[in-house]
């Protein structure tokens, strides 16, 4: 039923956030309260609602790392948010990433740059990458991030994306008791049938095991999933 690679991404996939005021009436909140609320505000992180997933192998993990984060003013300038990168964990010559931006056109234009091939082909990038374009529908809210030392990354196509989704949300405890935590599902830029999820994991070995459960298999079965779905597993290499 899986493909054990690391997917890209997945997932994750939050949604963005406006900070909102909250109303307060003559002195009911003390300054040293305010204050501390404001740092708390200052300190959230915005996500992005669109995504665009990169997979691609590399000939040298630690030496494409380095280009990577020499490319981090190229990325600022495009307006494209570094969210995520992950290192497969089943082939670790495979790489994960995900980057957000307030639009699919602007991620679609950061990926065309002549600049990116050219960080790519000299941080060894191996084969042509992968770019999914997502938009996020459901995430987890910023001032609560999840984050964890290894993730799973899905993708796959659904028949329906309602019936999906309330199958999806039914089947949270299963999950739960696997120690997966969902950091944000969205469906794809192109295909909106195309569904994206990015899981936090607590424990690597439950959540093997739920992968490969029959459990899974026929809860997908019931939710309407087409095909083979892409599941990875990666490690963290930069949180959000």
Not at 56 to 82: M, P, S, T
Request: hydrophobic share 45%; proline share 6%.
């Amino acid at each position: 039923m899986t493909r054990t690679h690391t997917y890209r991404l997945a997932g994750t996939f939050l949604l963005a956030f406006g900070l909102i005021p909250i109303a307060c009436t003559g002195d009911q909140t003390p300054p040293a309260e305010a204050d501390m609320t404001q740092a708390q505000a200052d300190a959230t992180p915005m996500i992005p609602p669109s995504f665009v997933y990169i997979q691609h192998g590399v000939a040298d993990f630690d030496a494409w790392l380095v280009e990577y984060d020499a490319f981090d003013d190229e990325r600022a300038a495009a307006n494209v948010a570094e969210m995520w990168v992950y290192r497969d964990l089943d082939q670790p010559d495979v790489v994960h990433a995900l980057h957000g931006a307030g639009d699919v056109e602007t991620l679609q234009g950061f990926t065309q740059m002549e600049d990116l091939a050219a960080a790519m082909q000299k941080a060894g990038v191996m084969g042509p990458p992968r770019f999914d374009f997502m938009n996020l529908v459901d995430g987890t809210a910023p001032e609560t991030p999840v984050e964890s030392q290894y993730s799973v990354l899905v993708a796959h196509e659904v028949a329906d994306w309602a019936q999906w989704k309330a199958a999806f949300d039914a089947h949270m405890p299963a999950r739960d008791a696997a120690g997966l935590t969902t950091r944000g599902v969205s469906r794809g830029a192109d295909n909106s049938n195309r569904v994206y999820i990015n899981f936090a994991v607590s424990d690597l070995e439950k959540a093997r095991a739920f992968v490969a459960s029959d459990d899974l298999k026929t809860a997908m079965e019931g939710a309407g999933v087409v095909g083979v779905p892409e599941i990875y597993f990666a490690e963290t290499v930069r949180p959000m």
